[in-house]
């Protein structure tokens, strides 16, 4: 896909943003009759990658009206800071009639690049197991279809390797190791001493490109968070792993290791949409990792009652907390409007719930250094529900209270989220918050197999992964895998990783194991990501004295040999 030099330039330059809608035919008309929009390129058929100057970003929302807040791109960032054996992985791998290690299989991921240096990415002959990376970090050229970014195929990663510069002719370096990790778990190749759990697979990476200034702001952002990436950019990297699976005629799991508290947790945005879409097709296999919010108190809920007095949600924030960025959800049957109390007792009384495009209030506080911004979007397309946004930038220290007052009520029920872990100060949580609610998005998405973590040596559910449910009720997380002192191997090195984009990993892999039985071998030529949930949440392991599903492990631990077994018995 090529556009003049003129289109490149704008969507590069500082002031432009991106954003992805549905491609109807009243997005195109206002393209027709604005000129303010360049469409990049379309995902899937039925959306739309598009660029607009920042200063005509409320043009765009006033022709698409209060639904387009779900083509919005949301801000996501990484969820992690002997497991094979646990989940049933090594037993299948040695098994001799089984013998599944992942020929022929691709994972992708989407992160923070990958090392591509590292041995447990290498052949024993030196050569490469990574098929292409796409690296949207810098300019091209792109890959074919693609506007941005730059390909390095396999063949130039075996001549970087064999070279006594690798850099020189492959740049692409991960800085944070994140990816790498994930990547070595996922599809490390087997030594003596570590395996990957699908050592013979091969590897797409994605290096996601960083969120622009328009949605850090948005979303008020830490200025020292550095792991920022926009939906959009996850979406194109997505679609470039489909792409390279269907040149190369492989099956292909993706692993998402990152989330987002921004969206409904509905699995009805735009970005869950597109998510939901891919993992319909035979032979790929999307997950996610359901996030590490359980222990964050970031999250909080309730229920509104006719006649009653007003919802409170009381907020604590310490000192030095910068800008807090709050989003309050509830269903379409409600109407809600707030007022907002700073902790040295001033009011910034109910605004009425209208929707806009610009804030329905912006009041600069007279006691306190603080500014109080209140926005409605309703009806949020999909749900048809509201989202409020409340932001209180420069926040002073203390409680604040904000009431939540029903306009309209008949089923009352709300939910209200902070950012999650390392996008809001750590001093910044609810003080009645509730562990429930807290997977993440993408992991909330229809389709997609949600991953808790557990620890395996003494199997216990690791504490700070997500719980469920989704929002529209859906029992998440799906099932959880190893998540607790992974092995892997870093860009420096060996170490360990805890978390739920970990234990996702460990799942990536198993789910390429399951690919090289039923689509390369044969046994089920039309798998995909519902054939193997269900083949997996089959096998899961469950105590006897809990209740499955539920909303911690949701069906229980991932055991892939017991999978197998259970095949041999129908």
């Given at each position: 896909?090529?556009?003049?030099?003129?289109?490149?330039?704008?969507?590069?330059?500082?002031?432009?943003?991106?954003?992805?809608?549905?491609?109807?035919?009243?997005?195109?008309?206002?393209?027709?009759?604005?000129?303010?929009?360049?469409?990049?390129?379309?995902?899937?058929?039925?959306?739309?990658?598009?660029?607009?100057?920042?200063?005509?970003?409320?043009?765009?929302?006033?022709?698409?009206?209060?639904?387009?807040?779900?083509?919005?791109?949301?801000?996501?960032?990484?969820?992690?800071?002997?497991?094979?054996?646990?989940?049933?992985?090594?037993?299948?791998?040695?098994?001799?009639?089984?013998?599944?290690?992942?020929?022929?299989?691709?994972?992708?991921?989407?992160?923070?690049?990958?090392?591509?240096?590292?041995?447990?990415?290498?052949?024993?002959?030196?050569?490469?197991?990574?098929?292409?990376?796409?690296?949207?970090?810098?300019?091209?050229?792109?890959?074919?279809?693609?506007?941005?970014?730059?390909?390095?195929?396999?063949?130039?990663?075996?001549?970087?390797?064999?070279?006594?510069?690798?850099?020189?002719?492959?740049?692409?370096?991960?800085?944070?190791?994140?990816?790498?990790?994930?990547?070595?778990?996922?599809?490390?190749?087997?030594?003596?001493?570590?395996?990957?759990?699908?050592?013979?697979?091969?590897?797409?990476?994605?290096?996601?490109?960083?969120?622009?200034?328009?949605?850090?702001?948005?979303?008020?952002?830490?200025?020292?968070?550095?792991?920022?990436?926009?939906?959009?950019?996850?979406?194109?990297?997505?679609?470039?792993?489909?792409?390279?699976?269907?040149?190369?005629?492989?099956?292909?799991?993706?692993?998402?290791?990152?989330?987002?508290?921004?969206?409904?947790?509905?699995?009805?945005?735009?970005?869950?949409?597109?998510?939901?879409?891919?993992?319909?097709?035979?032979?790929?296999?999307?997950?996610?990792?359901?996030?590490?919010?359980?222990?964050?108190?970031?999250?909080?809920?309730?229920?509104?009652l006719p006649g009653e007095e007003p919802g409170t949600v009381d907020l604590k924030v310490g000192e030095n907390a910068g800008d807090v960025y709050m989003a309050v959800w509830n269903?379409?049957a409600d109407r809600l409007s707030v007022s907002v109390r700073s902790p040295s007792g001033e009011l910034v009384g109910r605004v009425p719930a209208k929707p806009g495009i610009g804030?329905?209030?912006?009041?600069?506080?007279?006691?306190?250094?603080?500014?109080?911004?209140?926005?409605?979007?309703?009806?949020?397309?999909?749900?048809?529900?509201?989202?409020?946004?409340?932001?209180?930038?420069?926040?002073?220290?203390?409680?604040?209270?904000?009431?939540?007052?029903?306009?309209?009520?008949?089923?009352?029920?709300?939910?209200?989220?902070?950012?999650?872990?390392?996008?809001?100060?750590?001093?910044?949580?609810?003080?009645?918050?509730?562990?429930?609610?807290?997977?993440?998005?993408?992991?909330?998405?229809?389709?997609?197999?949600?991953?808790?973590?557990?620890?395996?040596?003494?199997?216990?559910?690791?504490?700070?992964?997500?719980?469920?449910?989704?929002?529209?009720?859906?029992?998440?997380?799906?099932?959880?895998?190893?998540?607790?002192?992974?092995?892997?191997?870093?860009?420096?090195?060996?170490?360990?990783?805890?978390?739920?984009?970990?234990?996702?990993?460990?799942?990536?892999?198993?789910?390429?194991?399951?690919?090289?039985?039923?689509?390369?071998?044969?046994?089920?030529?039309?798998?995909?990501?519902?054939?193997?949930?269900?083949?997996?949440?089959?096998?899961?392991?469950?105590?006897?004295?809990?209740?499955?599903?539920?909303?911690?492990?949701?069906?229980?631990?991932?055991?892939?040999?017991?999978?197998?077994?259970?095949?041999?018995?129908?």
């Open positions: 896909m090529a556009l003049s030099p003129e289109a490149m330039a704008f969507i590069q330059a500082p002031d432009t943003v991106d954003f992805v809608t549905r491609a109807t035919d009243a997005f195109f008309a206002y393209v027709q009759r604005s000129n303010e929009v360049v469409i990049g390129q379309f995902l899937s058929g039925r959306y739309v990658l598009g660029y607009i100057k920042q200063e005509n970003f409320h043009h765009l929302e006033e022709a698409l009206g209060t639904a387009f807040v779900s083509s919005v791109s949301v801000v996501l960032g990484l969820l992690d800071r002997p497991a094979l054996e646990a989940a049933g992985i090594s037993q299948v791998q040695s098994q001799p009639y089984l013998n599944l290690k992942g020929r022929g299989v691709l994972i992708g991921f989407l992160d923070t690049g990958i090392d591509y240096t590292q041995s447990v990415f290498r052949y024993e002959d030196g050569s490469s197991r990574i098929q292409s990376i796409y690296d949207q970090t810098v300019d091209g050229p792109p890959p074919e279809g693609f506007l941005l970014g730059r390909e390095y195929s396999n063949a130039e990663i075996n001549a970087a390797l064999a070279s006594q510069d690798p850099y020189a002719i492959v740049p692409q370096r991960d800085e944070d190791g994140h990816g790498t990790f994930l990547a070595s778990v996922a599809a490390g190749r087997q030594t003596e001493d570590f395996s990957g759990a699908a050592p013979d697979a091969e590897i797409i990476a994605v290096k996601l490109k960083k969120a622009r200034p328009f949605y850090r702001e948005r979303y008020c952002v830490p200025a020292d968070q550095e792991h920022a990436y926009e939906s959009s950019a996850v979406m194109v990297g997505v679609e470039y792993i489909l792409h390279k699976a269907r040149q190369l005629g492989r099956p292909v799991v993706i692993c998402i290791g990152l989330g987002t508290n921004a969206g409904g947790h509905d699995g009805v945005s735009v970005f869950e949409e597109y998510l939901g879409g891919a993992s319909l097709q035979a032979g790929v296999c999307l997950c996610a990792a359901a996030g590490n919010e359980a222990e964050a108190r970031h999250h909080t809920g309730g229920v509104l269903t379409v804030p329905a209030a912006d009041v600069k506080l007279v006691l306190e250094a603080a500014r109080v911004q209140i926005e409605y979007h309703f009806p949020v397309e999909g749900s048809g529900g509201q989202l409020t946004v409340i932001r209180i930038l420069g926040a002073t220290p203390g409680v604040w209270t904000i009431q939540l007052h029903g306009d309209i009520l008949l089923n009352g029920r709300y939910q209200v989220w902070l950012p999650m872990t390392g996008f809001v100060s750590p001093t910044v949580e609810f003080l009645a918050a509730t562990p429930d609610y807290t997977v993440t998005s993408p992991a909330s998405a229809v389709g997609v197999i949600c991953c808790g973590a557990y620890d395996s040596n003494n199997k216990s559910l690791y504490a700070k992964s997500s719980r469920g449910p989704a929002w529209d009720g859906r029992i998440l997380p799906d099932l959880t895998a190893p998540g607790v002192g992974v092995g892997g191997v870093y860009p420096y090195g060996p170490g360990l990783m805890s978390g739920t984009s970990a234990a996702a990993a460990v799942l990536a892999g198993t789910c390429a194991l399951l690919l090289q039985w039923g689509v390369r071998e044969g046994n089920e030529p039309a798998m995909g990501t519902y054939q193997i949930r269900a083949y997996l949440i089959r096998g899961c392991l469950r105590r006897p004295d809990m209740e499955y599903p539920n909303n911690q492990w949701g069906y229980g631990a991932i055991q892939l040999m017991q999978t197998f077994h259970l095949m041999r018995e129908l």
